[in-house]
């Protein structure tokens, strides 16, 4: 049975006040602190929803609380329907 084909999509989170308090952090420090936490927490959520080795994360995005991970469209589904997740939009390539 052929597996699903995985996609690159953008995943972004609900408001967290501890996100928004490590971001007004603007040190070196600070900055550390705030990729650090974000890449745990996207991690944690991945680890929670999805089954193992069934995807990967590419990156975490501090700027918006986010981050880019190739799943299936199934698995797109399952990220909406977190309740800390705000949306979950497929990668549109640009022409």
Known sequence: MA???QEVYFVFMNFDPVYERLRADRSKEGSATLDAYLSHKH???????LQPD?????SS???VD?????ITDAQASILRSAKEVRVVE?????A
């Open 90 to 94: 497929k990668n549109q390539e640009l």
């Open 54 to 58: 069934t995807y990967r994360k590419k």
């Open 3 to 5: 597996k699903p084909q």
């Open 43 to 49: 991690d944690k959520l991945l680890a929670k929803l």
């Open 66 to 70: 986010g981050f880019a991970v190739e």
């Open 61 to 63: 995005l501090a700027i």
